[in-house]
Structures are given as structure tokens and as C-alpha cells.
């Protein structure tokens, strides 16, 4: 059988309704007492090229999804396809050329490398596995090419990584993922460990690597602040669920989402003497054990109101490219305080 056509219009990931709910055992017996509900119905694509950044608070599922696109575990429900292809149930023979096409940098780059191999090995594994040098010379160049590319000088190669800094452990982590040839690679919180000038130097190079190499990426993190510079769009999870997806501008100009806007009020604005007025949300959020009913954010929400209680929002389109799910948008505009241009009304001079 002919291998599936590449289609350059076709998104590179698709996620539609990605559910993973993690049993919960207890009692005399050990039998399932619950579920955690980690992601509870998720649905978004990526392109060839193009970073997304998948946002929310710990434990909004985030780094669930990033997961259950590797295929770390069986999911509950829903589909991913890559290119084309379904890839979710795949039996594990069948995963191989999936591993190389998708890879993945971990936040903490001090347990994310192996600490009794050398840097030379660590790029070499992923090279060998995916048989993509033909010869020893080959593979050494390979590896030069890496050290290049993350800006690393080629002789640190003899190196062991308890030997590097944190920013350097995670460019060796970079290179092992660039070391397959992947399309898209999720990165995990992958700047979270880092100090603010090592942050901004990885994402910097991650931009310049997207940019000439094509990538696709899935930019997982807990801060809105660090992906405003290196994004195409933005989805923000809440509780298992996305409650707002959009690009960039948009999302940061006029937020549709009161989770959105109170997450971008605490976003520092990067101009002299400007602010925003900060929102602070109530509470913590809801375990993922027992959401509650109707709209998931409505404990915590500043404008909840009866039908939000009752009945859960559908994620839906309030202009081009930018979707949100939230009741306040079937209010008449004069009524909904987050129609027209309201994040950028927030900015108070
Ligand atoms: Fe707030 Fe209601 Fe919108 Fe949920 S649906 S975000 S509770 S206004």
C-alpha cells in the first residue's frame, strides 16, 4: 500500500475532541471509585510552520494533551491525526515513523538527559534509532550540524551533561529533538526551569529554528507573558477544557474569554508608564475530579450569571480565527463586557 499523500494545505496535527480521563481506584477491592477528568474534550489544529501555545494554570490538562499526542498512553476518546493519518491508535509496532515526525523538549533539562552519556551519544541515539546516517563520518557530521544549530561549540560534544547550565542542558535537549528531523516538536514547559535571559535566549533560538527549518510547534505553558513573542495563536485551556482559541494580536488586543482576560491582566504591558488593571480571580481552581456543572469556569468568573451554572458554553466563533466559549457572547453587545475592543480598554495610561 502506497504511503498517505502529503497535502501542504492539509493542518500537519489535528486534535478533535481529545478526551483522557484517568481512572481513580480505591476501597477494599482496589476497584474504580472515579475519574479524574484530565482533558475532557479538546479540539485544535496546528500547520506546517507554526507555533501554537497551548496556556493555562497547573493542572488544566495541558501537558496531558502534549502527552496524549506522543502517545505516552491510551487516550479515552477522541482523535489525532498527523498529516493526514490517524495516529492515536496506532498499535505500538506501528509508531516508529510518528516518533521521528513528532518530538518533544521536557522543562526540566537537568532530568531530561541521560547523565552517564556523553553529549556525542545523546545526539547519536535518536540519529541511529531512525536510520537516518548512513555511515560514521555521516553521523558525525550530523552531530556537528546539531551543535551548530543550537549554538553550542562542536568540541562540548566529549562532554557529560552534568558539565553544562541549565539554558545549555536544555539547546542538548533541542538538539536530541531536532537530531529525528521531526515536523513538530512539543515543547513542555520547555523554558519554565530556566532564568529570565536564559528563557529569552531559548525562545529566541526555537523562533530561529522554526524559521529555518519549518517546524510546526506546540509551545505548552503556564504563562501568557512568555508567548506573546514567539506565537502565531493561542489556545487557553481551563479545567480540561479550551475556552479560547485565537491569534496572537487578537487574543492579547481583545480577549472573548473572562478566563482570557484575567489571565492577559496579569501580563506586564511593555509600555513606559502604561498598566493594566489586574483581575483577581477568586478561589482556586475546581479539581478535576468533580468539575462543576454548567460552564467550568463559573465559580471563579467576575460576570457569571444563572444560565452559566446550568449549561456548558460551546467553544464558537466571535470573529474570524477567534473562537470562545462563553454564554456573555449571546448577550445583546451593549450587555457583554467582553465585546469590542475590551482588552485593549483595559490598558489604563
Ligand atoms: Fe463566565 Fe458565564 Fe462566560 Fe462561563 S459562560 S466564562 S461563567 S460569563
Not at 475532541?17 to 481513580?24: A, D, E, I, S, V
Request: with cysteine; aromatic share 6%; hydrophobic share 40%.
Amino acid at each position: 500500500m502506497n504511503a498517505p499523500v502529503s497535502d501542504a494545505n492539509r493542518p500537519l496535527l489535528e486534535v478533535s475532541g481529545l478526551k483522557k480521563h484517568f481512572p481513580l481506584r480505591g476501597g477494599f477491592l482496589g476497584g474504580v471509585t472515579g475519574y479524574v477528568y484530565a482533558v475532557d474534550g479538546v479540539s485544535f489544529h496546528i500547520n506546517r510552520g507554526e507555533t501554537l501555545s497551548l496556556v493555562g494554570e497547573s493542572g488544566c490538562g495541558k501537558s496531558t494533551v502534549g502527552k496524549a499526542i506522543l502517545k505516552l498512553f491510551d487516550i479515552t476518546d477522541g482523535q489525532v491525526v498527523l498529516d493526514g493519518r490517524r495516529i492515536d491508535n496506532l498499535p505500538a509496532g506501528a509508531l516508529r515513523p510518528m516518533r521521528r515526525r513528532v518530538q518533544v523538549v521536557f522543562q526540566d533539562p537537568f532530568s531530561s538527559l541521560n547523565p552517564r552519556m556523553r553529549v556525542r551519544d545523546i545526539l547519536a541515539e535518536p540519529i541511529r534509532n531512525f536510520g537516518l546516517a548512513r555511515s560514521r563520518a555521516e553521523l558525525e557530521e550530523r552531530i556537528a550540524a546539531l551543535m551548530d544549530k543550537v549554538r553550542l561549540p562542536r568540541d562540548a560534544v566529549n562532554r557529560w551533561p552534568h558539565e553544562f547550565s541549565g539554558g545549555q542542558r536544555q539547546r542538548i535537549g533541542i538538539a536530541r529533538a531536532l537530531a529525528a528531523e521531526p515536523e513538530l516538536i512539543i515543547c513542555d514547559e520547555a523554558v519554565s526551569a530556566l532564568d529570565v535571559s536564559v528563557k529569552a535566549q531559548i525562545i529566541n533560538l526555537l523562533q530561529d529554528l522554526q524559521q529555518e527549518l519549518g517546524l510546526a510547534l506546540l509551545f505548552i505553558s503556564h504563562d501568557l507573558a512568555i508567548v506573546e513573542h514567539m506565537t502565531h495563536r493561542v489556545a487557553v485551556m481551563y479545567l480540561g477544557k479550551i475556552v479560547e482559541v485565537a491569534p496572537k494580536r487578537q487574543l492579547f488586543a481583545a480577549p472573548r474569554h473572562p478566563y482570557t482576560e484575567a489571565l492577559l491582566s496579569a501580563v506586564p504591558v511593555p509600555m513606559p508608564g502604561a498598566q493594566r488593571e489586574r483581575i483577581i480571580l477568586k478561589g482556586d481552581v475546581p479539581s478535576p475530579i468533580n468539575p462543576p456543572k454548567g460552564c467550568r469556569f463559573h465559580t471563579r468568573c467576575p460576570y457569571a450569571f444563572d444560565r452559566c451554572r446550568a449549561e456548558e458554553p460551546p467553544l464558537r466563533q466571535t470573529e474570524a480565527g477567534h473562537w470562545a466559549a462563553c454564554h456573555l457572547h449571546d448577550l445583546p453587545a451593549e450587555q457583554n463586557p467582553l465585546a469590542g475592543a475590551k482588552g485593549a480598554a483595559v490598558l489604563a495610561v
